[in-house]
Each structure stands twice: as structure tokens, then as C-alpha cells.
């Protein structure tokens, strides 16, 4: 099956016009696109909706992208009602003898009870529909369900009680008003499938369409949408974040996992339809949520490989990690130092209106050579007034920043300018548009100012207030545990014996961890113990939504760590192909990510600046980012065997690029001594004064500051 590059989710309303402000029992549009979750569409009335479908529809189309558009009523009823009804068993005949009869009205009033009453006379009987608003209106329609069989038509379909669905195409009110939604709904599909490359799942050929209609039911995920809600604010409108949810269900199922839910159905699903997913909720609400837990063999090799090169090794982490926090909204304030979980638009333009960029004198239309005289108008403009209108063939006194008044496109610097009584004289030529700003110069209303990804700075949060926005949606704070393991390690400023070292790891990697803008969580030091080490990891799990040990990655008798993540049949022994650091155990302890790092602080921080840093991002819900380095001329000498990326403790002097006096990974001098990283490919290579080498800043590898988090009173 070709993948669908965009899922869009429908959450359909049967009711009146919802209010101009966002509110619950609306219409809600989730969209992901290329697996990037977009901020959720509120529709106040099915005509405002049917037109933002299916513009989505045109512009997919246009791009050459394939589309899933899933909606949340049932797309048939029960076999046998709609030959009952229209007298064939095509289904899609059914939606548009619902097209052709149903009346629906821009301020949401309709005809829904009297087509019901309309069907109802159809059966022997009470007829199968039930429930309405007003008691003593549509008699054709019983108030309650008592004292109808359905000896004729089924209560359900099969799809309904294989999901567990607790509604009933036929039940018209009283939540759930399932049977209103689908009467409202099927004549919206019935227009959106005649639009070219629209194909019905599963009542038409879709395998290859670029567009498909299918339906969805928000109940499979309602463990995940309580779990979100549990985390949010009072006021929190669920039906937003359960489109949301579910955009990011389906988009996340692998393709050939969503083909397999969309084939072999029963064959009740030509006539009735079926519920995409139906029989799956665990599965989607595990995809749902904003943290989808990542498998146990993430990590795991390719068979036959024993060495990695480094490239290869950041691309596997790059394809196979993704984001293991979850989201939620924070305001403007707050949103220093996140990363955005969404694309933010600007909410109106940079400037909103024309203004001046200088102090001056403003008139309409440029001046050629020479004096020029103009009578000044009694008003003026500064910044912050409403724009005023200035007289025909006047100028105006023009404060920087102010809205240009009607009748402006010119201002004249006031330095240039002689005031004369009530006149102003100056010489020309200046061009027509001099010294003023146009609407959006900077922004345009709707454009994009914050990608998803992006870590949020003080120069951003500028940007996004200038553009009128005042929340975001951010990823929560990434929680990263670092645990040092061994016997021989005791705590700085504790007694040692001389057979003991100080714990240089763990403060290392805790403020490294700091500075790359993530929630350092101290795990401590545990000694060369398995069950000592299996209860740390289960208690770390609780804290940490990624673990950095060091110590015990590799594969001796002492190294518990590469232990216990082989017996938990989660672990991957990397021997990459670099110097200093080739053991790096990697694997999932109950479902949190774990690094093991090699024991030696030099190559515990190499591997964490070139492994461990991109990888945290993108588990914090960032972008993967490459180091900047820096070609400059070597001031030292080397020779270097083939076949490891050398990376050598390295600082700018006179433009040059000094080495660490002594490669040896037990030199922690080194690194205090060092201002960043001296870069040395794979192969053999003889390095003299004076040639180009590349030399990675410390800073290159980013360093994120203050975070909203160092803020008193602002959790992760």
C-alpha cells in the first residue's frame, strides 16, 4: 500500500452554529502532515467545515500528496436498511438519497427528526429510530428506545460490536446522538466523494486512491484521551485533543500495519462499513499518546555488523528514536527554553499596519529636485494613536513607530526639515515609500514564525509576541537520569582509599545535561551489584525518561549494566569504530531508553556530545542537528592509523588549532583544558603544521542556557 503523507480526523457535530470561541460538541479538524501534528481546526458550522475539507482535499491533491480523511460517524447501518430504504444494497445510494433529502441551514437548524419520521413510516411498526428534542413533536419518532424490537433492521452493526461501541446509527438524541451525526454527515460525503481521486474505504476500490474516505471511532483511544486530559488545565476542550490524539494514532501506524487494519474484512463491511481500527484500542491509544513508547529492539544491529562507523551509527538513532515526552500549553512566558511540540503562525502581521521608522514629517507621494513647501497640519501622530486622515497636499508631524494616517506613504527625516509657521520647507528629490514600514513588512498574518522541533529563545519569544501569540504547544521537559556504576567510586569530598577514585562522571554529565537544556534527575552511584543495580534501574524509571549510566557498557564480568539489558533481551552492544569510546551499550529498561557510557570520563563525554546529545533531542521532541565545525590551519603533528574517527581535545590560539598534549582517555585535564573537539576522519592520514583541520567549538554542540524549567514555580 502506497503511505498516506496526511491523516486528517473529523470529530462531526449534528447541532446548531457552535460560538465564535473555541467550545466542546463542535466541529474539531486533527491533521498531521508527514508525521508532524498540526494545530487542531475549530469549525463553527458543518458549511465552514465542508469547505475547509475540501480545500484540504484540492491543495493534497495539487501536491501531490495521499490523504486518509477519517471521520467520526458511522459511513452505513445495518444490513438490510438500506434496501429497505432505497431498494439496492449500495450503500453510497443510501448518502445521496440523504443528500437529496435533508435540509441543512448555515445557523445549524435542519430537517433531521422529520427525515427520521420520513424513514420510520418505512417499517412495520415503531420503526427503528428513536429519541428527538422536543416530546410532543415528530410522533413518527418515539421519545425513548422502549417498545422497539429491532426484529427488523439489527440495533448494530457488526463493526459496533467488535469495537464495543455503546451508540446506535438509530438513536437521534440523548448523548451519544450518534444517529443525528450520520444524518448530518452522510450528505457531506456524498458531495466530498464526487471530488476527483475521493474513494470510499471500504465500499469502493481506495487501495490506490489519492484521496480516502474512511471511518474512525474516538472511543478506541479513550484511555489515551483521559491520560492526556488528566495532564492539562482545567477548561481543556476534549474534543480538541481527541482529534489530535488520533491524527497522531493513525499516522504513527506503520504502513503496512494500517494496510492490514484496512483489508480482509468481513463481509458485513460492503454494506454496513466498518470502523477503521475497530478490535484495536490498545494499539491506537498507545500510538496516540504523545509519547509513544519505543520498542524493545530499537537499537538493535543489523545482522553481521561488528563494527559501526560513526556516520552509520547516528543515522540508526536518527531513524529509529522519536519523541518520549508528552505536550501541553504553556503561555508565552513559559515557553523559554521548550521546544515546540506544533508549528506556531503569526496571529496577526509585523507590523499590523504601515508606520514610520523615523521621526519626521509625513505627506503623500515623493518630491523632485529642489525647495519644496508644504502646510503642516494642527494634528500628529505617534506611536500607539489611531491612524487619523491627513489633508490633500498637507504634511503632519510623524513620531517613529506611529500608523501611517490616510493620505501618508512619505516621511522626511526632521533633521531635514525647517518648520516655518504653519508650513515645512525642505529639499528634494526623496522617493515616494522614504523612511516608512508596510503592513507585514516584517510578518504576514498566518505565516509561520516557530517550527515544531525548535527550541525556544528570549529573540523568539519577541517574534511570537509581536505577532500576537500568547500560548504554545511545548514537549514537556526531557527527564534524564545519569547513574554511575563500579566499586571503586566514592562521592567528592568522601574519605577515599587508594584504591578508589572520585566520581568525576556524574557531575560531569549532570551539568552537561543541563546545558543542553534538558532536566538533569541525579540517580547516584550504585556499586558493582546486579540486584543492587536491577532495583536502581526500576526506581529510575519512575523519574527518568531517558537513563545515561557510565561504567558497565561493556562485556567483562563486572559490567552489570550490558548484563541486565541483555537479560532483559533489550540490549545492543555497539562497537563503534571511534576513538576514544568504543563500547556503548544501548537498550530499553520498561520501556525508557538507556545509554550505557564508557567508565572513562573522556569517553564518556565524547560519546555523550556525538551520541547521547542528538539523540536526547529528538527524544525531547526536537530536531536532529548536526555540530558546526570550523576548517583551520593544525599547530601540531600527528600520524593516524585507518579505520576509527579520531576525536582529540582541542582550542583555538592565533587562529590555529592546538591538541591536547597527551591522547591518553584517562587525562580529565584535557577536557577543562580544551575549548572543543579536533575532528579526525576515517582514514590514515599524517597531520602537519599548517594543515586544514576540523575543529568542533564545545559551543557548536549547544548549549541551551536558562530554560523555563530553572524558573521557580515552572514544573518540566
Known sequence: MTPFDTILVVDWSAGRRAPEKPSRDAIWLGLTCAGIPQEPMYCRDRQQAEAAITDLIRTEMAQGRRLLAAFDFPFGYPGGFTRHVTGSDDTLALWDWFERHIIDTPDGSNNRFDVAETLNALFDGPGPFWGKSHKDRWPGVPYRKAGIKFDQIAEKRLCDTVSKAASSCFQMSFPPTVGGQIMMGLPVLARLRRLMGVRVWPLEDWTEAPVVLAEIWPGLIEQAVQTTLATLPPGAIRDREQVRLLANALSRLPPAELDGLMSDLPAAASEEAWILGAGQARRLSELALDAPPLRNDCFALPPGVHWTPVDEALALLQERLSPVTGTKRVALPDALGRIAAAQVSAQRANPPLPNTAVDGYGFAGGRGEGVQVLPLASDRAAAGDQPGILPEGHAMRVLTGAALPAGVDTVILQEDVDVVGHTIRFTGPIKTGSNTRTAGEDVRAGEVVIDRGRRVTPADLALLAATGVSDLMVHSGLRVGVLSTGDELVEPGAVAKDSQIFDANRPMLLGLVQQLGHAPVDLGQVP?????????????????????????????????????????????????????????????????????????????????????????????????????????????????????????????????????ASEGSGRISGLSWAEGLIELSEPAQTIVPGDMVRFIPYASFGSAGQTASDFPGNDI
Not at 547 to 562: F, K, M, P, R
Open 528 to 660: 558493582d551489584d546486579r540486584a543492587a543495580l536491577r532495583t536502581r534501574l526500576d526506581e529510575a524509571c519512575a523519574k527518568a525518561d531517558v537513563i545515561l549510566t557510565s561504567g558497565g557498557a561493556s562485556a567483562g564480568d563486572e559490567d552489570h549494566v550490558s548484563a541486565l539489558l541483555t537479560d532483559a533481551g533489550a540490549m545492543s552492544l555497539w562497537r563503534i569504530a571511534i576513538k576514544p569510546g568504543r563500547p556503548l551499550a544501548l537498550g530499553v529498561w520498561q520501556g525508557v531508553p538507556v545509554f550505557g557510557l564508557p567508565g572513562n570520563p573522556v569517553a564518556a563525554m565524547i560519546c555523550t556530545l556525538i551520541f547521547a546529545r542528538p539523540a536526547m533531542q529528538l527524544l525531547g521532541g526536537g530536531v536532529w542537528t548536526v555540530p558546526q565545525g570550523f576548517e583551520v590551519p593544525a599547530a601540531f603533528s600527528k600520524t593516524k592509523k585507518a579505520g576509527r574517527r579520531e576525536y582529540l581535545r582541542g582550542r583555538i590560539r592565533n587562529g590555529q588549532a592546538e591538541a591536547f
